[in-house]
């Protein structure tokens, strides 16, 4: 079968691939194609480009009959193989760029016959009724029809098979769906994090909006600075003494370790200011200044959720240290701010 889906802002290519690089969030596996014969100077051109399948496998069992009108029941192993059905990049319009288009086949193997047998019972096996190709599908679309011998199969005679398709074809478009969201996420992450960075200046990474930190904040998780410590719970979130301002009164970025950087992105009454951290790039703490009402607020912002809290008697994760390590970094130029501004 196929499939085939708008990406919205994100390539095509760039979607394949990040659900090939975490094939694994998705219930399947990465399976590298073998090229095809190809010239030295094609060979000396492209020398790290593979093409990459997706594989995923479950079982199932049902009754069905078979053409001689008997009924059997019997368990299988259900195989999808998925594949990236497009032109190269440069060869495709910037609407085909955006379309995700994804060849699919499924195979049941029966669990009781896993390997051919030596001999078998040609008595067994019967010519299936030749099916005449439509002349509309002349140019190759086959539908949901199985082509074999050069004898096309309707689907009716594998009812089994077609409600595997159907669920394969249901997984394809979840996981797909979930990528996109998960895609565009790192890339506004990706993009906070490396925006101005003169090393990755090649990759074109531009500093996020307002707009996109707050699609970004839509789609991580955050929490507030009490909920992650109680104690910080009293701290002064009215006080806009936090953040330094610069002689003519604006908001100046948050001071802290030397692996730490600040974001600031300036739009109207907010101004909110990201402090990250290059060592743990998978959360950063966020700043919040009301210029107005004279007020301040942190939150702790997530990429991935944070594992749970460790047993007594375990040590934490490095994620949760890392996480603590940073926030606490932050929290003390926080309070060298307010100390400084009562002297």
Not at 40 to 50: M, N, S, V
Not at 294 to 318: H, I, Y
């Amino acid at each position: 079968g196929s499939f085939s889906i708008s990406t919205g802002m994100i390539t095509a290519h760039q979607l394949y691939n990040y659900i090939t690089d975490h094939a694994g969030t998705y219930g399947m596996k990465p399976l590298r194609m073998s090229k095809t014969a190809a010239s030295t100077d094609a060979k000396k051109a492209a020398p790290d480009l593979h093409e990459y399948a997706l594989v995923a496998v479950w079982n199932s069992s049902g009754s069905y009959t078979d053409l001689e009108g008997q009924h059997h029941h019997d368990d299988f192993d259900v195989t999808l193989v998925v594949c990236h059905n497009s032109a190269p990049f440069e060869e495709q319009s910037d609407s085909e760029r955006h379309l995700l288009r994804l060849r699919f086949y499924v195979i049941m193997t029966s669990q009781r016959e896993l390997f051919p047998r030596l001999t078998a019972d040609m008595r067994r096996f019967r010519k299936l009724p030749q099916i005449h190709r439509d002349p509309a599908e002349a140019g190759g679309k086959l539908g949901g029809r199985a082509e074999a011998g050069g004898l096309l199969y309707s689907p009716p005679l594998f009812p089994l098979l077609n409600t595997e398709v159907a669920t394969a074809r249901r997984k394809i478009q979840a996981s797909v769906e979930q990528a996109m969201g998960h895609c565009r996420r790192d890339n506004l992450w990706r993009r906070l994090f490396h925006g101005e960075h003169l090393a990755l200046d090649k990759l074109k990474l531009t500093r996020l909006t307002f707009s996109e930190l707050e699609e970004l904040l839509e789609a991580v998780q955050s929490r507030s600075v009490g909920e992650i410590d109680p104690q910080l719970g009293l701290f002064p979130d009215h006080e806009p003494s936090l953040v330094p301002e610069s002689d003519q009164g604006a908001p100046e970025p948050l001071p802290s370790q030397k692996e730490d950087a600040t974001r600031l992105i300036r739009t109207g009454r907010w101004t909110p200011q990201a402090v990250l951290n290059q060592k743990f790039t998978d959360c950063f703490v966020l700043v919040f200044l009301d210029s107005q009402a004279g007020k301040t607020s942190l939150k702790v912002v997530f990429r991935e959720p944070l594992p749970s809290q460790p047993q007594a008697n375990s040590s934490p994760p490095p994620q949760l240290v890392s996480m603590y390590h940073h926030l606490e970094s932050v929290i003390n130029t926080a309070c060298y701010n307010l100390w400084t501004g009562l002297l």
